[in-house]
């Protein structure tokens, strides 16, 4: 199952978002933490998160995804695209997830891996999409959810 996720305008007041999905064995829900990385402070340059209030351009800002479970039975097969917002532009090299593998798009319908996520430039020519370009990134798990249990990713974005 391939369930997008709507983003309403990033206008820098952001709160949770709860987005019921349909899972083939159980109902799944994905509930979204949007946080910003605070610069890096105190002796150890310890790096810290907060929920995003607001924030600048350059602001890095963690998209973390919980996928739950609440049904009886194991989600299995559970694939969740969501968007890039056009505001951002994905870090390269941070989505990461607990059984998650992360596929990206520059168009919203195809996706690959970054080393596989290919571009036609005007001139004819392909070349490898850079993570800038991303504008989707889709979320396949391996595995199924168990009942009551939940799954995570996360990935990182720069605001423009």
């Known amino acids: 199952m391939i369930v997008p996720l709507r983003w309403a305008a990033l206008a820098f007041t952001v709160s949770l978002i709860l987005q019921p999905i349909a899972a083939a064995a159980g109902p799944v829900s994905v509930r979204t933490e949007v946080l910003r990385l605070l610069p890096a402070s105190g002796p150890a340059g310890e790096q810290r998160l907060e929920p995003l209030e607001t924030a600048l351009p350059g602001d890095q800002v963690v998209y973390r995804y919980h996928f739950d479970n609440a049904g009886t039975k194991p989600a299995e097969n ?59 990134v889709r979320w396949r798990l391996a595995g199924a959810i168990p009942p009551e249990s939940t799954r995570r990713a996360q990935l990182m974005v720069t605001l423009r």
């Open 78 to 136: 559970v694939v969740v695209t969501t968007p890039i917002p056009e505001q951002t532009h994905y870090v390269e090299g941070t989505a990461l997830g607990s059984d998650a593998t992360a596929f990206f798009s520059v168009d919203g319908t195809s996706f690959a891996r970054p080393d596989a996520l290919w571009i036609t430039q005007a001139n004819g020519k392909r070349r490898l999409a850079r993570p800038e370009e991303y504008t989707h």
